[in-house]
């Protein structure tokens, strides 16, 4: 009897171990899946602030967290800090824009920003007018500095190596798509940039320029106003033959949009006597030549057009009196003087002031 019972007792004892075994196992089990969960598992919050986190340069590892919370891109911001500590994150703080999307765990926030994977940022330059309108594009999308950017835009020296100068600046802002890493510095944005402006003007392009009489800055000019007075390409190059035409016979060229960028209001339709008498180095109704900069960052047709206008004896032109966007051109004051009477009371017929 006493055997059977120290059997009975040893199998109670095997089948408790196995049972507290068993319960430890499912213990681990899921503290292992809570655990593993929490590292795979989806965590992101809600987004409060769209799914690009912005990390500015210098920015502290408690600035990061402070950001991922309060911006709603973490659900759970605890989970989150032991496995970024465990990760050595605090460590390999990286500025940029990183895009976090729904769903994404703690593992693949923390491996993102600590790669330093940004998503690059595309600035597209179409027809800007002033240094300011770039600045702002700039300083809206990129961490750059704006007034760095100003800084580079006055510095006389920096900029002679591009052949510029501050009032020809803009001459560098060739219209294009560029694409940057959020956390660039200005210096790179501008040099970026320019080098575009540099690869443009071949030696082909130069030997034209130097045909004409005029340094590359200075076609960029011409080509801004021609940019400014129609979107038709094929018209362009005679336009601009209007003004090579002025220029060389010494004439003021009295170029509307120079009055309206030397006015400085660009809602302008009808250009009057208010605007032409504008005081300006801008305004070609005022000063006889170029003014001393592009009235806007012209696209590589309008500077093509001047390199390759048009031959003809005009030097006057105006809209045509259909509205159709084209000109009517004339070599004569006379006839110049027939187009704009048909187009000013086309202006009047409609009621535009």
């Known amino acids: 009897m006493a055997a059977k019972a120290r059997r009975k007792s040893s199998k109670q004892k095997n089948t408790t171990k196995k049972r507290i075994i068993q319960v430890l196992g499912i213990v681990a089990l899921v503290a292992f899946l809570f655990v593993a969960f929490k590292i795979f598992g989806p965590n992101t919050g809600s987004f409060t602030e769209g799914n690009y986190i912005y990390i500015h340069t210098g920015s502290t590892y408690d600035e990061v967290i402070k950001t991922l919370k309060d911006e709603g891109f973490v659900r759970d911001i605890n989970s989150f800090e032991l496995l970024a500590k465990e990760a050595g994150y605090k460590d390999h703080v990286r500025s940029g824009k990183y895009k976090i999307t729904k769903g994404m765990s703690n593992f693949s926030i923390v491996r993102l920003l600590r790669s330093g994977k940004q998503t690059p940022v595309k600035i597209v330059i179409n027809k800007l007018r002033t240094k300011q309108d770039f600045i702002n594009l700039i300083a809206t999308n990129l961490e750059a500095d704006s007034n760095v950017l100003n800084h580079i835009a006055a510095d006389t020296v920096y900029l002679a190596q591009y052949g510029l100068d501050p009032n020809t600046f803009m001459c560098a802002i060739m219209p294009n798509t560029y694409e940057f890493y959020w956390d660039v510095s200005a210096e790179k944005v501008f040099q970026k940039i320019a080098k575009s402006y540099v690869v443009f003007w071949t030696d082909e392009r130069k030997q034209k320029a130097q045909h004409l009489g005029l340094t590359p800055q200075k076609i960029i000019i011409v080509a801004s106003i021609v940019e400014e007075e129609t979107n038709k390409n094929d ?53 006889t030549g170029l003014p001393p900069g592009p009235i806007c960052t012209p696209s590589e047709k309008s500077i093509d057009a001047v390199l390759n206008a048009a031959k003809t004896d005009y030097i006057f032109f105006c809209a045509k009196e259909d509205f159709s966007g084209y000109h009517n051109f004339a070599a004569t004051s006379a006839q110049h003087a027939h187009n704009a009477q048909l187009y000013h009371d086309a202006l009047n017929a409609r009621g535009i002031r």
Do not use: C, H, W
């Open 235 to 287: 018209e362009k190059s005679t336009i601009a033959s209007v003004y090579l035409n002025r220029i060389k016979k010494g004439m003021k060229l009295q170029a509307d949009p120079t009055a309206r960028f030397a006015y400085g209001d660009f809602t302008i339709k009808r250009i009057t006597s208010v605007q032409t008498n504008f005081v300006s180095p801008y305004n070609t109704y005022q000063v």
